[in-house]
C-alpha cells in the first residue's frame, strides 16, 4: 500500500512562509510525476504545483507563481513545497498528489492570517 503523508501546515501571518513536506512510500519514487493541491472551505480541490521524476521540469498555478517553490529529494523520497509571501487566500488544506496512480495524501491544514 503506497501512503502520502504531508506535514508542515500550520498558522501563519500575511508575508510569511511555510515548507509543506510530502512523504512517500513506494520505491520507484525517482521515476513518477508529483504534485501539490488544495482545497479551500466551501471551493473545489485545485493544482497548485507540479514537479516531473528527475525535478527539473516545474509547473505552477498562476495564483501561486512567484511565491512557491516545489522541489523533491529522490533519495529520501520527499517532495516539498516551499511557500513564501502567503495571502489569506492562501488558506486551504494542502494535498500532496501521485498523479499516475491518483494517490492522495490525508492533507495538511495552512491557514494565513490577515
Known amino acids: 500500500q503506497v501512503q502520502l503523508v504531508e506535514s508542515g501546515g500550520g498558522l501563519v501571518q500575511a508575508g510569511g512562509s511555510l515548507r509543506l513536506s510530502c512523504a512517500v512510500s513506494l520505491r520507484t519514487f525517482s521515476s513518477v510525476n508529483m504534485g501539490w493541491y488544495r482545497q479551500a472551505p466551501g471551493k473545489e480541490r485545485e493544482f497548485v504545483a507540479s514537479i516531473g521524476w528527475s525535478g527539473v521540469n516545474t509547473a505552477y498555478a498562476d495564483s501561486v507563481k512567484g511565491r512557491f517553490t516545489i522541489s523533491r529529494d529522490n533519495a529520501k523520497n520527499m517532495m516539498y513545497l516551499q511557500m513564501d509571501s502567503l495571502k489569506p487566500e492562501d488558506t486551504a488544506i494542502y494535498y500532496c498528489?501521485?498523479?499516475?496512480?491518483?494517490?492522495w495524501g490525508q492533507g495538511t491544514q495552512v491557514t494565513v492570517s490577515s
Open positions: 498528489n501521485m498523479p499516475s496512480r491518483n494517490y
